[in-house]
């Protein structure tokens, strides 16, 4: 069965690009306008990765993240952004996102970074257990 992928980010170009490059490569990719309707589906159907943007209007991409991160069995979340500020992405990795991909992005830095998300690390790292330094090594995929 394909892993299940929600894009959530309230720019439709993005959201057709991404669908189109993960349909082509076997996901199931569902789409999301909104803040509010992610959460809808998240509530109702099961993913194994969330791409979700920072910046939308009404409730954020972080605020999105905050609400997923006590849910039991959440999905890998990947952060999506035009916003290339190391200040938003240490905030965005210590409220528990799983990666951080900056756009624009080419279809097979997004796959990579898909890729490595998906596979997690070998024993689960916390905020807490990493420095700042290490975060940003880890997490951030520098052009």
Do not use: C, W
């Not at 528990?96 to 024993?123: C, H, N, S, W």
Request: without cysteine.
């Amino acid at each position: 069965m394909p892993n299940r992928i929600l894009i959530v980010d309230d720019d439709p170009m993005i959201r057709q690009f991404v669908d189109l490059v993960l349909t082509q490569q076997g996901f199931k990719a569902v789409a999301a306008a909104s803040s509010d309707t992610a959460m809808q589906l998240l509530g109702r159907e099961g993913f194994s990765l969330v791409l979700l943007d920072i910046n939308m209007p009404g409730m954020t991409g972080l605020d999105v993240l905050r609400l997923m991160r006590a849910r039991p069995g959440r999905p890998k979340i990947l952060m999506m952004t035009a916003h290339r500020d190391p200040a938003t992405i240490m905030k965005a990795l210590e409220q528990g996102a799983d990666g951080y991909l900056a756009k624009p992005f080419k279809p097979q830095d997004l796959l990579k970074r898909i890729e490595t998300v998906l596979k997690g690390p070998a024993q689960a790292k916390t905020p807490e257990t990493k420095t700042p330094e290490t975060k940003a090594t880890d997490e951030l995929i520098l052009d």
